[in-house]
């Protein structure tokens, strides 16, 4: 039998105070339809002054901010997924900012048909580049980010690409070892 919200206050305050569990416990309450609509709307409304409320360099903080830790959650997650290439994060980047690719290429000191290959996904992010990219992001976005996600796709490439590796399997003479 499940216990109602009273009895497990109860319980609570048998090893708590009236204080110590107001600090620390959550004690949900079911909502009706109709609460859970009004709920999410004064969400909406509360997050919308909020958002109107900001100067648009708070914004690209934000936006910032919150495209540094979709990366790191990527990067922790051991899964690859072609939605979050280099690419992808770079050209969110770029929507963050405001920034078409060719001011974008200026103010990283690179020629804009570099951007676009890499943006293409037919050429990588260099190391340098990453460096740029932090910088330019004011320290935000740390270049090893840029770096880690550049990894993620060699990885990849180095699991799934069959035909490479017999191509270069052509090139090497005398096999040290062969475990068939």
Sequence with gaps: MMKSNQEKYKDLTKKYTAAEIAENFYVTKEMTPAEKKQSDEEIWNIRKKSLEA?????KVYAGLLRLKYTIESYIDNNIYEESKT???????????L??????LATDLGIHKTRLSRILNGREKVSLQLAYRLEIHSGDLIPAIL????VQKEVEREIRE????RKREKRNVRNIVYSNK
Excluded: H, S
């Design 54 to 58: 900001m100067t648009p360099e708070d």
């Design 161 to 164: 690409d069959k035909k490479e």
């Design 98 to 103: 405001n920034k078409k690719q060719k001011d």
């Design 146 to 149: 840029w770096w880690k996600l």
């Design 86 to 96: 280099v690419a992808i994060f770079l050209k969110e980047y770029m929507n963050i």
